[in-house]
């Protein structure tokens, strides 16, 4: 499709256990974003990629959560040991832009994922 | 640091009449705001931007928004809303220092009723 497609779409785990959420951005954008979002509030920012660079990781919780996107394109959103508290949709985003200029493009949102530990 | 706040939970209009969802930002810095809206169980669909240029920003599906800098506001406004404009509206601004970080409001949920 044309749009930001993440999967899965529900991912329900035993807390403990690591989860992988994934993020395919539309194709040829540059920028990809990670965010998590809970019930009854806005998105709260995680990190963003430029091509395969990791700008900007401040909105990362703790060591648990980590992103890589090796190849610029497919990115990985990996939450390890998962607790309770982990519990939201977390929802990626891609936006045209280039490394080194105001990135000023609207991002498009993909459908989330939505997150349960049990 | 930035942000943002939508001082209404939720707003309730009639079909066909004026819509108005508040945004008032705090940023150092040029501001850089959106509006976006979040259908149910739906990402968020982008509706408008304002970088620079005219205080008056349209965008998709008839919507517009007035920016003020005196007032640091970002109103979201629609002449004759729809029963399908019922939603969750979010503004945002762009942290200007992390050049791909939107802070969000809290949501702004739309009712409007036939």
């Known amino acids: 499709g044309a749009g930001v497609s993440q999967s899965p779409r529900y991912k329900v785990t035993k807390r403990g256990q690591d989860v992988a959420l994934r993020c395919d951005p539309i194709s040829g954008h540059v920028s990809l974003y990670w965010y998590r979002q809970a019930l009854g509030q806005g998105p709260e920012f995680l990190t963003y990629f430029n091509y395969e660079a990791q700008q900007d990781k401040s909105g990362l919780p703790n060591d648990r959560f980590s992103a890589e996107r090796p190849e610029g394109s497919i990115s990985t959103l990996t939450i390890q040991r998962t607790e309770q508290r982990d519990s939201a949709m977390y929802r990626c985003a891609s936006s045209l832009g280039s490394p080194g200029h105001p990135n000023n493009q609207p991002q498009h949102f993909g459908d989330g994922t939505r997150l349960s530990i049990l | 640091a930035q942000s943002v706040a939508q001082p209404e939970d939720q707003v309730n209009v009639a079909e066909g009449n004026p819509l108005t969802v508040k945004c008032t930002y705090s940023?150092?810095?040029?501001?850089?705001l959106f509006w976006y809206v979040q259908y149910p169980n739906r990402g968020l669909q982008f509706l408008l931007k304002y970088i620079t240029g005219d205080n008056l920003v349209k965008g998709s599906y008839g919507f517009e928004a007035e920016f003020n800098k005196s007032q640091t506001s970002f109103h979201l406004k629609k002449p004759s809303a729809l029963v399908s404009d019922s939603a969750l509206y979010f503004c945002?601004?762009?942290?200007?220092?992390?050049?791909?970080?939107?802070?969000f409001g809290a949501g702004t949920q739309v009712v409007v009723t036939p």
């Open positions: 940023v150092s810095g040029n501001p850089y």
């Open positions: 945002a601004v762009r942290d200007p220092d992390s050049w791909g970080k939107l802070q």
